[in-house]
C-alpha cells in the first residue's frame, strides 16, 4: 500500500527524570493524531493482485462477509469507495541526554496503531448507521525515533527561542499486517496463510518536522 505518514498530531510527554535532575530527559510520551485529513492513499498494483490471488470469503456471517467483499471492491478501485487520511496514535519511552545542547538529541521508542478511514460504507450491511466510514487498522509493532533540534547545531542560533522548539525526527517503524483487521474483521479470516508469507512485517522509513519543547 502505498501511504504516507501526512498531516498533524499532538504528542504529550512526562520527564521523570525533572525530579532528581535537569541535566537529562528520561519519560514517557504519548502521541495521537485524532484528524485525519484528507490525503488520499492507494494500493500498489502488486498488493492488489496478491490480494486477489489469496482472497478467500468463505465467511458464514452475513455482516462480516460484507465487509470482506468491501474491502476486496475497495482495493480493485471500486468508486463507490475510498480512503483519505488517517489516524494514529502511541505510547513509548524518551531519553535525551543532552537536551540544551549537542542537537538536543533525543531517542523515542513508542508502540501503538494506524487506522486509515473508509468511505462510502454507511447503508451496507455491517454499517446501518453511524460515519460514513469505517477504519482499516493495523499495529504498529515498534517505532524508533531520533529526534533533534537542528539550530542548536550553530552556535550563533542556539540562543534564539526557535532554536529549542524546531525539532527534526528520523524514524523506522515496523507495520504487522498479520494482526491488520478491516471494521474489526482479521484480514486472516478471508486471506491465504500465503498472503501473510507476503505481507507479514513491513519497515517504514521517514522524517517529520515539528515543534515542540523538552
Known sequence: MNHGGRGSYVGLGLNVARLFSKKFVLGFIVEFKGWKGLW???FTNQFQNDFNWYYQNSIALPEDSARAE???SLINGSPSYSVRGTFYSSIGI???PFPYSHGGILVNVKKGGIGIPVHGTYGSLFNRDGNDWVSF???MNYRAEIVCKPLLFFPSLAKEH???SL???FFVQEIDWTKSNFDGLFLQSFLAPEFFSRY?????FGITAKFGFY
Open 40 to 42: 488520499p492513499d492507494n
Open 70 to 72: 468491501t474491502l476486496h
Open 94 to 96: 524518551c531519553f535525551s
Open 137 to 139: 487498522s493495523t499495529n
Open 162 to 164: 526557535l532554536a529549542q
Open 167 to 169: 525539532q527534526l525526527s
Open 200 to 204: 507479514n512485517k513491513e519497515y517504514q
